[in-house]
């Protein structure tokens, strides 16, 4: 099992940016992609950026050119450096793992862009 605790989320206004970041614990073994995904209510939850374990990212079109995702393999960690937030970007923002071919996830951390 891995645990994953999200930080770094709050009020933002319109324009602004804010930097999520996620500590993985509990893996024996090398996590494989990390990443972030998003939900608003009444919607699907969605994949804003992703990593493997050689860096390679993947993003979704909305968010590209003003998302930027990074991870340290020996701190287990992954951050989500996000600029010019939109009132679009608001959604809970929940840190995932696969860890032996399961994906694990975080309990979520709010971003709200409102003015």
């Known amino acids: 099992q891995v645990q994953l605790v999200e930080s770094g989320g709050g009020l933002v206004q319109p324009g602004g940016s804010l930097r999520l970041s996620c500590v993985a614990s509990?893996?024996?073994?090398?996590?494989?992609?990390m990443g972030w995904f998003r939900q608003v209510p009444g919607k699907q939850r969605e994949l804003v950026a992703e990593?493997?374990?050689?860096?390679?990212?993947n993003y979704l079109d909305s968010v590209k050119g003003r998302f930027t995702i990074s991870r340290d393999n020996a701190q287990k960690t992954i951050s989500l450096q996000m600029k010019s937030l939109k009132p679009e970007d608001t959604a809970v923002y929940y840190c995932?793992?696969?860890?032996?071919?399961?994906?694990?996830w975080g309990q979520g951390t709010q971003v709200t862009v409102s003015s």
């Open positions: 990593i493997t374990t050689r860096g390679i990212t």
């Open positions: 509990g893996s024996r073994f090398t996590i494989g992609a």
């Open positions: 995932y793992a696969d860890y032996l071919g399961v994906d694990h």
